[in-house]
């Protein structure tokens, strides 16, 4: 008797939801815990007595952990499989997790951080390419925007749960109880998630792209994805920056907003949870090119808008930040792995995160001086820039790629 060959799971099927579902809950599982100290950045800052850009160190240290270990979790997977990966990574992120609040000075806390960044880097080295072998092609572009979607969810849940508990225990209690939830959270995605159907180990495919090194630099000669990688690295840049140095921005004059009031407006994150599927559902009829480039423009818009000194502009501003950058990442992050060769899939989608994370760490950090030592308008601007440059490098490297209409 014959079997059918895999040729992906379709929107309806239970694999598929499955697969959806357990996505969903590794990108909380993720995400909360790599962002739990940005809501709390202002208490950690005070009780370690050290400034606002040491104090998001923390999180800079985690996303620099995680860039840094992308790649080598994406040779991982090629080997022992896209599941397997993901979930030693999240098991191990969750024990570190646990440790970081007994953290009692900034370099342990930093140390602790970027080992949890290094466990964490297992999801988004993987998450993309396992997908776009388990989902019918023609479905890619939506399902990774539902991915995406889980992982705005994560990065909501871990900056307002660690934000409100920690406003009212202080900034540990806040970690804690986020690492708790998240232990949950993996829990559910290891039953979840299907196993890999469409997954063939490196060493047993019958034509390969070579070595570890080949498939690492194949990618990197390629004019498209190095646009795309380009995406990550300033958008995200800019993006962090942005949530990490809001609160201080807020918590001054004219605004003087209390913490737990800053808290809430993470709630923002939401519009990520709804632009993100919908900008890969208007590329599956569009292409990505067009919504890449009107999602960023959104972006660059809300940033502005958040120059007006009037609070109910700058949620709307924020709000609309945050829906633009959503939006770009879920269409660059779905681009990368469907760009590649497939034997070279984990190691494109492996590489657009490193530019990501290595943005995330440098601008979040960098930003921070600008913030101190300059003002909120020079910072703005500077993000401003930041989205015309990624608009710039779109348009010369993007506007006429084969996989702009999926």
Not at 92 to 114: F, H, M, N
Not at 202 to 218: D, F, I
Not at 294 to 300: H, N, P, Q, R
Request: proline letters at 5%; charged letters at 10%.
């Amino acid at each position: 008797m014959t079997t059918e060959p895999f040729t992906g799971h379709a929107p309806g099927s239970r694999g598929y939801r499955r697969l959806i579902a357990g996505l969903f809950f590794a990108g909380i599982a993720t995400f909360a815990q790599l962002y739990s100290t940005q809501a709390l950045l202002p208490q950690i800052s005070v009780d370690l007595s050290v400034s606002p850009a040491t104090a998001a160190l923390s999180v800079s240290a985690a996303t620099l952990g995680l860039a840094a270990a992308v790649i080598p979790w994406s040779i991982v997977a090629d080997r022992i499989g896209r599941v397997p990966a993901m979930a030693i990574g999240v098991i191990a992120a969750t024990l570190l997790g646990l440790c970081a609040p007994l953290s009692t000075d900034i370099p342990l806390l930093l140390v602790l951080r970027a080992a949890e960044g290094v466990a964490l880097g297992a999801v988004p080295a993987v998450a993309l390419a396992y997908l776009s072998e388990e989902v019918r092609p023609r479905y890619a572009a939506a399902a990774a925007g539902s991915y995406i979607a889980g992982t705005t969810v994560g990065g909501l849940f871990g900056r307002v749960v660690a934000g409100v508990i920690g406003e009212i225990t202080g900034w540990r209690s806040g970690v804690w109880a986020v690492a708790i939830a998240c232990a949950l959270a993996a829990a559910l995605f290891l039953w979840l998630t299907p196993k890999s159907q469409g997954f063939v180990p490196h060493r047993l495919r019958a034509e390969s792209s070579g070595g570890v090194w080949r498939r690492l630099l194949l990618p990197l000669r390629s004019p498209q994805l190095l646009a795309v990688y380009a995406q990550g690295f300033l958008l995200m840049g800019a993006f962090v920056a942005m949530f990490n140095y809001l609160g201080f921005h807020l918590s001054a004059p004219p605004f003087l907003l209390p913490a737990w009031l800053v808290t809430l407006l993470f709630v923002a994150y939401l519009a990520g949870t709804v632009s993100s599927p919908w900008a890969g559902g208007l590329a599956s009829r569009h292409g990505r090119y067009p919504v890449l480039i009107g999602s960023t423009v959104i972006m660059a818009g809300g940033a502005i808008l958040m120059l007006v000194p009037q609070i109910a502009v700058v949620i709307i501003g924020l709000i609309l930040f945050t829906a633009g950058f959503f939006g770009a990442h879920a269409i660059a992050s779905g681009w990368a792995p469907v760009a590649s060769d497939p034997e070279t899939r984990a190691q494109a989608s492996s590489l657009y995160y490193f530019g990501y994370y290595a943005g995330s760490s440098l601008f979040g950090w960098v930003l921070g001086l600008v913030f101190g030592g300059a003002s909120w308008l020079w910072f703005v601007i500077l993000i401003a820039v930041m989205c015309a440059a990624a608009i710039a490098i779109a348009v010369a490297g993007l506007r006429s790629a084969q996989t702009g209409r999926v």
